[in-house]
Each structure stands twice: as structure tokens, then as C-alpha cells.
């Protein structure tokens, strides 16, 4: 489809672990943004690319997590030694244009659970 | 701090009936507002915005009121259906690269 889609739909990992998230976002959309979303509440900013320039990594919890999008289209959200309070969904979002003042087009997220 | 709240977390209303979810965010100064829809095991899913020059936008079957002087925004639903059976999140940005969202609303539908 013409969608946001992100892989894997679901990940399981043992705390230590390190994990990658992938997101593939609409072809041409300029920004794209990453999203924690923990049961029950809206999601939570994390990161903000426009094109292959991450220009707000504000909302990274720690520095555990790293995000990239080298060619200014797929992206990747990298977490480093799992802990159990890193369980949640990701979600990706991508836009057409600059910023954040336009709607955005999310996908149907990544669920991670650290045991 | 910046916050985006809503005043109810759950909505029960009957089908066919307009449905009216609200929204209060706390910086005077955001000037682009969204809400979004969010079913079960989905991504949100964008239903209208509008910015601050405005005070209501309307959609198919939506509508969103903005409020500048109490900075409320509400969304309202026309002839609820079924399928808007849904968590809906009002959003509000903080620029230049930040949405905030509330905790949502979960809208249900009695037949």
C-alpha cells in the first residue's frame, strides 16, 4: 500500500537486549517522526527528521535510544539494552512538508515487550 | 508546562446521535491544532485540524470548534456511527517539529 508501514509488527526481547525498529514512510514525504506511545496515554514525541537531517531528538528517554534516516527516507529507531519500561509501541509518522503543523500519516506501530 | 488534557476520558453515546469530545491545552501561544482517531491495535488516524486564524473547520460528518480565550477545542461527530467507535486524541503543536497529544477520549457506541 501507499501507507506509513513499520516492521516488526511485534517484538519480544530480554531486557540487555538491543533492538531495531524499522519504518518505511510515505514515498517523497520530506519529515518524519518517531513516537512512544505506552498503554492507555497518546503518544510521546521522540524524534524529528527532516530529510536525512534529525533536527529535534528532544524526546529520546536516554541515550540508550538512537534513531537514523541516512538516505532521507527509511528509518530506523535503535534501542540499546532493553529495559522493561522501554515496553510500548512505536509508532513512525511521516509528512509532506517541514514541521509540525500539518497532518501527519502514522503507521500501526511496533509493540515491544522486555521481559 | 505544555500540556494538551481532556475533560472526560470516556464518551458513551447512542447511535445516530452527535458525539462531542473536548479538549483543553494549556499554551496560548500553539496555533495549529489536530485530532486524530485511534483504533485497537492502530496508528493514529487524522481527522481534521485547524490553526489559530480560524475558530471551526468542518469536515464529512466532523466538525472542530477552536476557542482561543479559554483555549478549548472540541470535536463534534455528526449521526455517530458504529465505526467511530474509536480512542480519539486532540493534539496540539509545538514548533517547529512537536505535536503534543492529550490522553485521549474512548468513544463508545450504544445501539
Known amino acids: 500500500g501507499a501507507g506509513v508501514s513499520q516492521s516488526p509488527r511485534y517484538k519480544v526481547a530480554k531486557r540487555g537486549q538491543d533492538v531495531a525498529l524499522r519504518c518505511d514512510p510515505i514515498?517523497?514525504?520530506?519529515?518524519l517522526f518517531w513516537y512512544q506511545q505506552a498503554l492507555g496515554q497518546g503518544p510521546e514525541f521522540l524524534t524529528y527528521?527532516?530529510?536525512?537531517?534529525?533536527?529535534?531528538k528532544s524526546g529520546l528517554p536516554s541515550d540508550r535510544f538512537f534513531a537514523e534516516r541516512p538516505e532521507g527516507s527509511v528509518s530506523t529507531l535503535k534501542i540499546q539494552r532493553t529495559q522493561q519500561e522501554d515496553s510500548a509501541v512505536y509508532l513512525c509518522?511521516?509528512?509532506?512538508?517541514?514541521?509540525?503543523?500539518?497532518?501527519?500519516?502514522f503507521g500501526d506501530g511496533t509493540r515491544l515487550s522486555i521481559l | 508546562g505544555e500540556s494538551v488534557g481532556l475533560h472526560l476520558p470516556t464518551l458513551s453515546v447512542q447511535e445516530g446521535d452527535n458525539s462531542i469530545i473536548n479538549c483543553a491545552y494549556s499554551?496560548?501561544?500553539?496555533?495549529?491544532f489536530i485530532w486524530y482517531k485511534q483504533e485497537s491495535g492502530k496508528g493514529p488516524q487524522f481527522i481534521i485540524d485547524?490553526?489559530?486564524?480560524?475558530d471551526k473547520r468542518q469536515g464529512q460528518r466532523v466538525t472542530v470548534l477552536l476557542n482561543k480565550t479559554v483555549k478549548h477545542l472540541s470535536l463534534q461527530i455528526a449521526a455517530t456511527q458504529p465505526g467511530d467507535s474509536a480512542v480519539y486524541f486532540c493534539?496540539?503543536?509545538?514548533?517547529?517539529?512537536?505535536?503534543?497529544f492529550g490522553s485521549g477520549t474512548r468513544l463508545s457506541i450504544r445501539p
Open positions: 499554551n496560548s501561544a500553539s496555533d495549529y
Open positions: 527528521f527532516q530529510n536525512e537531517a534529525q533536527l529535534d
Open positions: 493534539a496540539e503543536s509545538a514548533p517547529p517539529s512537536k505535536i503534543i
Open positions: 509518522a511521516s509528512s509532506l512538508g517541514q514541521g509540525a503543523r500539518q497532518p501527519q500519516h
Open positions: 514515498s517523497g514525504h520530506v519529515s
Open positions: 485547524i490553526r489559530s486564524n480560524m
